[in-house]
């Protein structure tokens, strides 16, 4: 599910503030990741532009048209198994160029690299650890790889 989709179920189950709706979102306090802050808050900006929230006093509601999206049938994207390791390290820079006709395209591929521990850089940039081989074919069978490209880094590479 695209994190457009899972801030409206939040929501629609939850009216609520920023640190309950990022709670639910990533099962851990609102004190988290930067990058996972600054992801949402964006992601709750775009959604009150579109009309899909409304917020007033730092309580966001869903609205109508949030309604309706939340009701459509799910992406037909799949979601890959995430295993979490302290000990990974982080190699890898992805920086992706997804069009705006394929937004979902690119809130599927957000919401997957936050799921393998990615890091948010710079906008659709991301820095993480290897990406396992089935996610990539995904990618290509999904013809996104034209619209992403691949770093070997390590932290220290990065300034």
Same mark, same amino acid.
């Given at each position: 599910?695209?994190?457009?989709?899972?801030?409206?179920?939040? +929501?629609?189950?939850?009216?609520?503030?920023?640190?309950a709706?990022?709670?639910?979102?990533?099962?851990?306090?609102?004190?988290?990741?930067?990058?996972?802050? /600054?992801?949402?808050?964006?992601?709750?900006?775009?959604?009150?532009?579109?009309?899909?929230?409304?917020? #007033? #006093?730092?309580?966001?509601?869903?609205?109508?048209?949030?309604?309706?999206?939340?009701? /459509?049938?799910?992406?037909?994207?799949?979601?890959?198994?995430k295993?979490?390791? #302290?000990?990974?390290?982080?190699?890898?820079?992805? +920086?992706? %160029?997804?069009?705006?006709?394929?937004?979902?395209?690119? %809130?599927?591929?957000?919401?997957?690299?936050?799921?393998?521990?990615?890091?948010?850089?710079?906008?659709?940039?991301?820095?993480?650890?290897?990406?396992?081989?089935?996610?990539?074919?995904?990618?290509?069978?999904?013809?996104?790889?034209?619209?992403?490209?691949?770093?070997?880094?390590?932290?220290?590479?990065?300034?």
């Amino acid at each position: 599910m695209s994190i457009i989709k899972e801030v409206l179920k939040a +929501i629609s189950n939850y009216p609520g503030g920023y640190g309950a709706i990022y709670e639910i979102i990533y099962n851990e306090n609102a004190n988290g990741s930067k990058s996972k802050e /600054q992801v949402l808050r964006t992601t709750l900006s775009r959604m009150k532009r579109k009309g899909l929230l409304s917020g #007033k #006093k730092g309580v966001w509601k869903i609205t109508k048209e949030g309604e309706e999206l939340l009701k /459509q049938k799910k992406t037909a994207f799949f979601k890959f198994p995430k295993k979490k390791s #302290k000990n990974v390290t982080k190699t890898m820079i992805i +920086i992706f %160029d997804i069009p705006e006709k394929e937004r979902i395209c690119r %809130d599927w591929l957000r919401s997957e690299l936050i799921g393998f521990d990615y890091e948010l850089i710079q906008k659709s940039v991301w820095f993480g650890p290897p990406l396992p081989k089935e996610f990539i074919k995904y990618l290509d069978d999904k013809k996104l790889l034209r619209y992403i490209k691949f770093f070997k880094a390590t932290e220290s590479d990065i300034i």
